[in-house]
């Protein structure tokens, strides 16, 4: 099937869905809503007696039943603290050294077998690079537990959505700030890290946490704070003695409680404590980039609607925390103006970012999709292709075939079969008569070696014969007319034993018995002097 220019970002919260359909704009600086969907949960993900499975499963099948993602490709947010992200800045080194240097940065910062994570990373905007060495160069390193991947994978899966893109929620909200909040940012090449653009600083509430990020558009810092909408919710139940449901009713609702500040009076401890947390992320991301200068505080995540929070916070920050009213980079008339996406439209910060990035303007382009799934696709795209050829293969050998066959048949006789059959005929009997000759071969070549050995036994003992007449030859003996009749007179020598030796070399064997002088040849012999030595 063919593939649109169209991207869904969806985002899987812990309260709703939201997905956010967008395709390319005529200008760069823009992109265009074509459709949306907000999807809220009859329950909190994490509120006790949830079903979250069935909850996101129930949501997939509305959202697939109101909306088409055929064709389009799909990208999905995973939370920020199910993830890693490191930020590191690299020496002076070549660039066609970077990826090594990355991977040996990857086995010490991620703190598991990398086997069993998923990870990517991105060089970061600014820097320069002179006679192919990089300077001033900050890498992304993003990783994530690849169990954690497929368990956020599963309920798409599940519902027959595949996902093109996986990023961490922070980096969707990045990309978004990027290309949306921050129009004026100068070329990369001109990025001067001594003296940098002012930061950003987005606070996204989310139900159980909230992703806090800075950045001068270059780089960025991120943290996770384990605060969020439902922790006001918990402080309402506890304080007042209200159910859940309730309690987050009542929340959503304050001002028009019978007694609002009975109510903000139980939230206040986590005002205080998200306060908190945000001056000490603050104060921690100024000890590390002393020379960052804060600016606005940009206010997402529908937790920001809370009456009075944002009003708190720009008080005790010192800083401006502005609540978007709109999407500057996204036009779309029928998407913007939607009663419901007004209402939300602080939660599709994440699905704009993911859009942007599956279209290819953003800033941070990694993904954690499992490379085994992209490879799966790839082979599954290309079967149709491969069945096609090998068809086509088969089609050209059936066609060559019959094209042979129709030739031969313009040439054949009908006594060429009979002739044929006879000549087979006789090679098969020339064949039987070939292989008998060679088997009673065989048989007269086992019977003759049998005889061989047979008679070489009795060879052998006349050799022996034959060698102890003629070692008693060579022994001193009387003459046998002076041989006395007495056997204990003569002068004879009896061999009692002969030992027999097997030598592999005769002549060395004849030089050594020479060397030694246990040997004389007969004088009179060529070479041989008169004393049985061999003459000079």
């Known amino acids: 099937m063919a593939r649109s220019d169209a991207v869904w970002g969806i985002d899987i919260g812990q309260c709703s869905l939201k997905a956010l359909r967008c395709s390319p704009h005529d200008r760069a600086d823009r992109i265009v809503a074509e459709a949306f969907d907000y999807i809220e949960y009859p329950k909190i993900l994490s509120q006790p007696g949830a079903d979250p499975v069935e909850l996101v499963s129930d949501a997939l099948k509305q959202f697939l039943s109101r909306n088409t993602v055929r064709g389009d490709r799909v990208a999905l947010a995973v939370p920020g603290q199910s993830g890693l992200a490191r930020f590191i800045k690299l020496p002076p080194v070549e660039s066609k050294r970077i990826p090594d240097i990355v991977r040996y940065e990857a086995r010490q910062q991620i703190p598991f077998d990398l086997a069993d994570v998923v990870w990517d990373y991105q060089r970061m905007g600014g820097g320069s690079e002179e006679e192919g060495f990089s300077l001033e160069t900050e890498i992304g390193l993003f990783a994530m537990k690849r169990e954690q991947v497929f368990r956020a994978l599963e309920p798409l899966r599940v519902a027959g959505i595949e996902v093109d893109l996986v990023q961490l929620t922070p980096l969707a909200l990045y990309n978004f700030l990027v290309f949306d909040q921050m129009p004026d940012l100068p070329p990369p090449d001109e990025y001067d890290p001594e003296n940098p653009p002012p930061s950003v600083v987005v606070l996204s509430l989310g139900t159980d946490a909230t992703d806090l990020i800075v950045t001068n558009g270059f780089r960025v810092w991120q943290r996770s704070i384990p605060l969020g909408g439902s922790h006001f919710t918990k402080a309402l139940t506890k304080e007042l003695k209200l159910t859940f449901a309730k309690a987050e009713h009542l929340k959503r609702n304050a001002t028009a409680a019978q007694d609002p500040k009975a109510v903000f009076q139980a939230m206040r401890p986590v005002f205080n404590d998200l306060l908190t947390e945000i001056q000490r992320s603050i104060g921690y991301f100024s000890s590390l980039n002393r020379r960052a200068k804060l600016g606005k505080v940009v206010a997402l995540g529908n937790g920001m609607k809370l009456p009075g929070l944002r009003k708190y916070l720009t008080q005790s920050l010192g800083m401006e925390v502005v609540r978007l009213e709109g999407f500057r980079g996204m036009s779309g008339s029928q998407v913007i103006g939607a009663p419901a996406f007004k209402e939300n439209h602080l939660s599709f910060g994440v699905c704009y970012g993911l859009a ?54 313009t040439v054949e006789n009908s006594e060429w079969p009979a002739a044929e059959s006879k000549a087979k005929q006789v090679k098969s009997n020339a064949d039987d008569l070939k292989a008998k000759a060679d088997q009673a071969a065989t048989q007269f070549k086992a019977t003759d070696q049998f005889g061989v050995h047979l008679i070489g036994n009795v060879e052998g003992r006349i050799l022996w014969l034959e060698l102890l007449k003629a070692v008693n030859e060579c022994l001193p003996n009387d003459p046998p007319e002076k041989r006395p009749e007495a056997i204990a007179l003569r002068s004879e020598v009896y061999i009692e034993n002969i030992d027999a030796q097997r030598v592999d070399d005769l002549a060395r064997w004849f030089k050594l018995m020479q060397d030694r002088k246990w040997y004389k040849a007969p004088a009179g012999q060529p070479g041989v002097g008169p004393d049985g030595t061999p003459a000079p």
Not at 380 to 398: G, S
Request: positive net charge.
């Open 356 to 409: 942007l990035q599956t279209l290819g303007k953003a800033m941070v382009t990694t993904n954690l999709l499992p490379r085994e799934i992209v490879q799966d696709r790839i082979i599954r795209e290309k079967k149709p292709w491969a069945v096609a050829a090998a068809a086509a293969l088969m089609l050209a050998c059936t066609i060559s075939f019959a094209t042979w066959t129709r030739s031969l048949t």
